[in-house]
């Protein structure tokens, strides 16, 4: 079945850090691709999307580009803040019905000054 | 940008009694709603599908008498944790997305209910 797989956490950087989150997907078809934040003790806030091949998703300084040849969808920023610390979990929507989200594990990133 | 209202935020129970939990779209409708539960430091585990004006459907392990789930209208689902115990305890939340919105569009989360069960 659809899977999504990101890379392990905790991620800890320094303020104005770079960041990548890897993210790699198996789907059929064509699916969608998103990314959520959680802040501690709230829900998912989507942070970007793509749906198509070669899409780039961006959103408060994040970017994704979706990669089919490579079925990646990873998360980069190029200048982290304290308020970006918070869990973020890669996702994918199958394109066939209505169908919930197919989530990866969630990478928790961690920014101090 | 779509809102899902998820009320109450946290709650506190005795061992043996019931929790509703109601889960609003505020400006969209939503035929499926869709109930996930986060134990600490995990990711979001499904629960179940909520379809307006049919049976939910639930995922393998997920007891439906123990986790009740009415859809009555299109803005509204409701999460009903009957006779809770304590392994109850956990972060619930529910998503939506809008029917408008076609199959690869975003779910939009409620901002989850903390339970405990004393």
């Known amino acids: ?113 | 940008g779509a809102v899902v209202s998820q009320h109450p935020s946290w709650v506190i129970c005795k061992s043996g009694t019931s929790v509703k939990i109601e889960c609003r779209s505020l400006d969209f409708q939503a035929t499926t709603m869709f109930w996930y539960r986060q134990f600490p430091k995990q990711s979001l585990m499904l629960m179940a599908t909520s379809n307006e004006g049919s049976k939910a459907t639930y995922e393998q392990g997920v007891e439906k008498d123990k986790f009740l789930i009415n859809h009555a209208s299109l803005t509204l689902s409701t999460l009903t944790v009957t006779s809770a115990h304590p392994e109850d305890s956990s972060f619930y939340i529910c998503s939506a997305r809008d029917s408008k919105g076609g199959y690869n569009s975003p779910l939009h989360f409620g901002n989850g209910t903390r339970l405990t069960v004393t």
């Open chain 1, 1 to 113: 079945g659809d899977s999504v797989t990101q890379m392990e956490g905790p991620v800890t950087l320094s303020e104005e850090a770079f960041l990548t989150i890897n993210c790699t997907y198996t789907a059929t078809g064509y699916p969608s691709l998103f990314w959520y934040v959680q802040y501690p003790g709230e829900g998912l806030q989507l942070l970007l999307k793509a749906t198509k091949a070669d899409d780039k998703g961006s959103n408060k300084g994040f970017e994704a580009t979706y990669r089919k040849e490579t079925t990646s969808f990873h998360l980069e920023k190029g200048s982290v803040q304290v308020s970006d610390s918070a869990v973020y979990f890669c996702a994918l929507s199958p394109n066939s019905g209505n169908t919930p989200l197919v989530f990866g594990k969630g990478t928790r990133l961690s920014v101090i000054a």
